[in-house]
């Protein structure tokens, strides 16, 4: 993230921003919610999906692993990907928490 100074940050507020980073992408949204739909999948699946070419759907399902949101297995000379649960469970945790303090605020602010 280099000049945004992110040492100023805790670790988990750099986690959830690199997340959130990953899935401001509307191809990454999509390819989350057909990796949800499915227990895993093979990229040739994600590209007859999208209507995109195969590297650029290559390109997103790096950023999205990078960001540590799905994992991917190397099977035979395709990569099977699929969710990963944990960073789902940080994000859920995280909008729980939001959600648990916007109920407490509810008609306190402006």
């Known amino acids: 993230m280099g ?5 100023h940050f ?4 750099n986690q959830i921003a690199i ?17 949800m739909k499915s227990d895993s999948c093979i990229c040739g699946d994600i590209v007859a999906e999208l209507p995109l070419a195969q590297p650029t759907v290559s390109q997103h399902l790096k950023e999205l692993k990078n960001a540590g949101l799905i994992k991917g297995n190397v099977e035979g000379t395709a990569v099977c ?18 959600s648990s303090n916007l109920e407490k605020q509810r008609n306190k602010c402006c």
């Open 3 to 7: 000049v945004t100074k992110t040492e």
């Open 10 to 13: 805790t670790e988990n507020q």
């Open 19 to 35: 997340m959130m980073k990953a899935l401001g992408h509307p191809a990454r949204i999509a390819i989350m919610e057909f990796l």
């Open 81 to 98: 990907y699929c969710i990963d649960e944990n960073a789902l469970e940080v994000l859920q945790l995280y909008f729980a928490g939001m």
